[in-house]
């Protein structure tokens, strides 16, 4: 500032940058806010349904999904940068429910009646009853095949299903990407020779 400006002036020119610095914040977080809305809208059913397979609590699956996109937000705002936000989102909402189950000591499978729940919100693009009634069938050799998975080959199946990497499926569980590659091989193996029993 010049030296020869009144006090009263330097003191409304401070002002005026302190309003447009907190207008400028304010852009700044409905625009945050804009885009873990959209990224909520995008990803927020493929996590739940990840959680409810591989954790089998749809009540708890939900608190989850939604924990992760809130603790995304709140990442976000603080400045920290995430390079594959994506993957992010998956690995807070399974670090949730794996914090969870230590707690609980137990890891509950799915449910029939939550498995038939999600059988029911899948589109049906069967073209008849005979068709229908096969894709049922088929179904539920793979539900029960897909129940004799231990906890580390379910989480690997259905992070693949949702189309991550083995390199984010390691990031996301904590494993090491030769262990990834290993465990869904067997899981491949397993569901091949049990789905067609």
Not at 7 to 13: A, F, M, N, R, Y
Not at 55 to 71: I, R, S, T, V
Not at 171 to 186: C, D, K, M, N, Q
Request: charged letters at 25%.
């Amino acid at each position: 500032m010049p030296p020869d400006l009144p006090v009263s002036e330097i003191t409304l020119q401070a002002e005026l940058r302190t309003g447009e610095e907190l207008r400028q914040a304010g852009q700044e977080t409905v625009s945050l806010e804009k885009k873990v809305t959209r990224y909520f809208e995008q990803w927020r059913d493929p996590v739940y349904r990840y959680l409810v397979a591989v954790f089998g609590q749809p009540e708890l699956a939900e608190e989850f999904a939604q924990e992760a996109f809130l603790q995304l937000y709140n990442t976000l705002h603080s400045g920290q940068s995430i390079t594959n936000i994506r993957a992010w989102v998956f690995r807070v909402a399974h670090n949730l429910a794996v914090n969870q189950i230590k707690q609980r000591q137990f890891i509950a499978p799915l449910a029939d009646e939550a498995w038939e729940e999600l059988c029911r919100t899948l589109k049906d693009a069967a073209p008849g009853p005979e068709q229908r009634l096969l894709q049922l069938e088929k179904l539920q050799r793979l539900h029960a095949a897909i129940a004799r998975l231990t906890q580390a080959e379910r989480e690997c199946l259905h992070l693949r299903s949702k189309g991550f990497r083995y390199r984010e499926m390691a990031e996301i569980l904590g494993l090491s990407t030769t262990t990834v590659a290993e465990t869904l091989y067997r899981v491949i193996e397993k569901l091949a020779r049990d789905s067609n029993e």
